[in-house]
């Protein structure tokens, strides 16, 4: 589980930087860039309400499907 959170946050990271960087993708989702780096950082627990406007601004969605 704690791998499977590494590497959503790994895959994040990767995704902001190739649509723009922190300070843009921040600037779209709404939030600090500072709280951006904190919560996609290799220690980051980012809130739902934090990751739905990040994956927005990216252009990408959240989505739970039944097992």
Not at 37 to 46: K, M, Q, Y
């Amino acid at each position: 589980e704690a791998e499977d959170r590494t590497l959503l946050l790994i895959a994040l990271r990767r995704i902001v930087q190739a649509r723009g960087g922190f300070a843009k993708v921040a600037k779209a989702a709404g939030i600090e860039r500072e709280s951006l780096h904190r919560a996609l950082s290799a220690r980051g627990n980012p809130r739902l309400s934090t990751l739905v406007p990040v994956l927005q601004a990216v252009g990408l969605r959240l989505t739970v499907e039944a097992a």
